[in-house]
């Protein structure tokens, strides 16, 4: 798809969102530099082939998408920009040193506390592990959310509604030919890490048991981005 193509896909989607006409051009600017990001990032991968996932995320329309209906990023194209705002921070907080862990924002607000394997903060995530971790873990979004005029709206065409958004990511990873078992563990538990009280002793060892420094850091990294575009920011691009 080229990018005039897109562009016109996108501003067909997003009709009626904005009620002035230089908000959706400066909207759907924003969509495609995202789109552009997230595609020569995901080229770069040399640790799985991520064609198919690249058509994916064209097909699905997870670049204009909203994150939420009423939470966080809920906004065109949201879902990428969210997803970007994940990366980024892991990103930043691969490259410190143990000690800069234990004092930097992030550990601060989200981890200190928190139940930890021994010396699981001394790791370093792969590159292609975090990144693919980051731009996937709400990927089953994409096909959730769609707009109608000023309203968002969700559908559920998936046969197993039970399912959580990140055991349906994770599926959603799988027929797309992502198949690296520290990304599908980091997604699958993302919504659930330290969800228990922190006093529930048996739950802090199962949840020792299953961490990794790219699931540690992609729960956080979630909960840090989200809060930075909460709830009631509609309109992200003025």
Not at 10 to 18: E, N, Q
Not at 143 to 160: A, L, Q, T, V
Not at 184 to 202: F, I, K
Request: charged share 30%; net charge positive; hydrophobic share 35%.
């Amino acid at each position: 798809m080229t990018e005039k193509e897109f562009a016109n896909k996108v501003k067909s989607k997003i009709a009626g969102w904005y009620d002035r006409e230089e908000h959706e051009i400066k909207a759907i600017d924003r969509i495609v530099r995202q789109r552009e990001q997230i595609i020569s990032l995901l080229k770069k991968v040399l640790l799985c082939d991520t064609s198919k996932l690249l058509e994916y995320l064209d097909d699905s329309g997870f670049y204009y998408r909203p994150s939420s209906i009423k939470g966080h990023h809920n906004f065109p194209g949201g879902l990428a920009e969210h997803s970007l705002g994940v990366y980024n921070i892991m990103k930043e907080w691969n490259t410190l040193v143990p000690n800069e862990r234990l004092t930097s924002w992030l550990y601060r607000r989200f981890i200190k506390g928190r139940p930890i394997a021994c010396d699981i903060l001394n790791e370093k995530m792969g590159d292609d592990e975090m990144l693919i971790t980051a731009l996937c873990h709400d990927l089953c979004k994409a096909r959730h959310y769609y707009f109608e005029g000023r309203r968002i709206k969700s559908h559920n065409s998936d046969p197993e509604p039970r399912r959580t958004h990140s055991s349906l990511s994770v599926k959603r990873l799988k027929e797309n030919n992502i198949r690296i078992p520290k990304v599908l563990q980091a997604v699958n538990t993302h919504m659930r890490l330290y969800s228990h009280p922190r006093n529930d002793a048996e739950r802090n060892r199962q949840e020792i048991s299953q961490q990794s420094i790219l699931a540690i850091a992609v729960w956080a990294a979630d909960k840090l981005d989200a809060s930075r575009h909460p709830a009631g920011h509609r309109h992200r691009d003025f």
